[in-house]
């Protein structure tokens, strides 16, 4: 008889899995705060530089920084070794993604849900949805290459590119998405934007990565380290949602 060793089986996190449910609470936790204490949320919707919320940025911050520690900018020289896989996904993520959802959030926001919404709100909603569209995912990108078997250096190569086209491609996909839906969004709020959310967390991540990497090492950076962050990371994702 012949014992055949299978792999383990891969699972997500309970966080992970249960993502819906927790976003699904933190928006009626966040509905039944605004309720119940609106005084709160006027105070803090008031605390804003060059009109980007300081409270949502910190908590945007605490959530992303962790993430831009585990890109590797030098994984991009293998870039060209596989480029159809690249030229995929840049061709979702930047010609396909922004458009089509544009597309459906003026079909669901602007038409089929308008007389429920009311023009002001649809256009906050499609607004949100195009700023959503533009930024390409990283931390679940990672998630689903190891649920599926995929090549984590390749996975990487791919986000790490992302990311640094996304520094020069956003603002400008944004602002001709929210021109043709006759939106508004002052370009500077969109700058201020990229450089708090992208550059300013991009730039500490590489920086912050290559030091701890040199000091400590790789097992430290990856068993504490992330580790240690993990559970702020969370926390964030939480209280933004």
Request: with cysteine; hydrophobic share 55%.
């Amino acid at each position: 008889m012949r014992i055949v060793n299978r792999p383990p089986v891969k699972r997500l996190h309970p966080f992970e899995r249960y993502l819906s449910v927790w976003v699904a609470c933190c928006i009626v936790a966040g509905i039944a705060i605004g309720r119940l204490t609106p005084g709160l949320v006027g105070a803090l919707s008031r605390l804003e530089v060059s009109r980007v919320n300081l409270p949502i940025a910190v908590l945007i911050w605490l959530m992303i920084y962790p993430m831009m520690l585990r890109i590797d900018f030098a994984a991009l020289r293998g870039v060209g070794r596989r480029p159809k896989g690249i030229l995929i996904v840049l061709f979702v993520n930047w010609l396909v993604k922004p458009f089509s959802m544009a597309f459906l959030g003026w079909l669901f926001f602007k038409q089929f849900f308008a007389g429920i919404i009311g023009p002001e709100l649809g256009d906050q909603y499609l607004a949100g949805t195009i700023i959503l569209a533009a930024a390409p995912c990283t931390a679940m990108v990672f998630v689903w290459s190891y649920l599926t078997d995929g090549d984590p250096a390749y996975t990487l190569v791919q986000v790490a590119l992302n990311d640094l086209i996304m520094l020069v491609a956003f603002a400008p996909i944004v602002v001709f998405l929210l021109g043709v839906s006759n939106i508004t969004v002052p370009y500077d709020v969109l700058l201020y934007s990229v450089l708090l959310y992208i550059v300013i967390p991009l730039a500490a991540g590489a920086i912050s990565r290559t030091a701890a990497l040199r000091v400590r090492g790789p097992e430290w950076f990856e068993g504490v380290l992330l580790a240690r962050l993990k559970p702020v990371t969370i926390a964030a994702c939480w209280r933004r949602s």
